[in-house]
């Protein structure tokens, strides 16, 4: 374990159907991320989070809606999702002290998700 | 900007065989690059990073990276590949000062028996 923990593993749900994912930290991480893998293609930035606040929002659906309600917790809300929309979702943190901070991010194993 | 690219979708070699995965980078000012790895079906693992000083990196499993500033380039080696190494490979950049990190779209290496 990395110490970032999604849950849950795989996900299969249906196009009206309304789900969430869950992402939490156990490593003080200041900062958190969804990522969206899609087969073939590069690693898609979705949400960045810092202190809690959303920062970036990298042009994604409103049919995703991400919650942090607190530096460990990451959601994300998922609602009349599209097959295109099936990917490995991933949750990342990182520990952003100050501008000069070297750190990379910390991954969770994801979430499968399959829109059917 | 930043950007990264990893001119391999796919890297052959034989087990007991050295290898490198390739890895250019692209920023504005100073770079911090890393390398993850990722096996079927789990969340990328971090393998190594630059920050500064030796432009060699050693890092988990027997990988090592070398920077090279004038090349700009951050190849991911091991001396003696082992089939347990099979999987997905990505470079990653940071330009210091900045939160962001870039990754390449992945390098697929494939270990043969």
């Known amino acids: 374990e990395t110490g970032v923990t999604q849950t849950p593993r795989h996900l299969v749900m249906g196009m009206t159907n309304k789900k969430s994912l869950k992402c939490e930290q156990h490593l003080g991480h200041n900062a958190m991320y969804w990522y969206k893998q899609s087969a073939k293609k590069p690693l898609e930035l979705m949400f960045v989070?810092?202190?809690?606040?959303?920062?970036e929002n990298n042009s994604v659906p409103s049919r995703f809606s991400p919650e942090c309600p607190n530096s460990s917790h990451l959601f994300l809300h998922l609602h009349t999702l599209q097959p295109e929309d099936s990917a490995l979702y991933l949750c990342?943190?990182?520990?952003?002290?100050?501008?000069?901070?070297?750190?990379?991010?910390?991954f969770g194993s994801g979430t499968r998700l399959t829109v059917v | 900007a930043q950007s990264v690219a990893q001119p391999e979708d796919q890297v052959n070699v034989a087990e007991g065989n050295p290898l490198t995965v390739k890895c250019t980078y692209s920023v504005s000012g100073n770079p911090y690059l890393f390398w993850y790895v990722q096996y079927p079906n789990r969340g990328l693992q971090f393998l190594l990073k630059?920050?500064?000083?030796?432009?060699l990196v050693k890092g988990s499993y027997g990988f090592e990276a070398e920077f090279n500033k004038s090349q700009t380039s951050f190849h991911l080696k091991k001396p003696s590949a082992l089939v347990s190494d099979s999987a997905l490979y990505f470079c990653a950049v940071r330009d210091k000062g900045y939160q962001k990190v870039t990754f390449g779209t992945g390098t697929k290496l494939q270990v043969i028996p």
């Open positions: 989070y810092n202190f809690k606040e959303q920062t």
């Open positions: 630059y920050i500064t000083g030796d432009n």
């Open positions: 990342a943190s990182s520990q952003e002290i100050t501008q000069a901070s070297n750190y990379g991010y910390t």
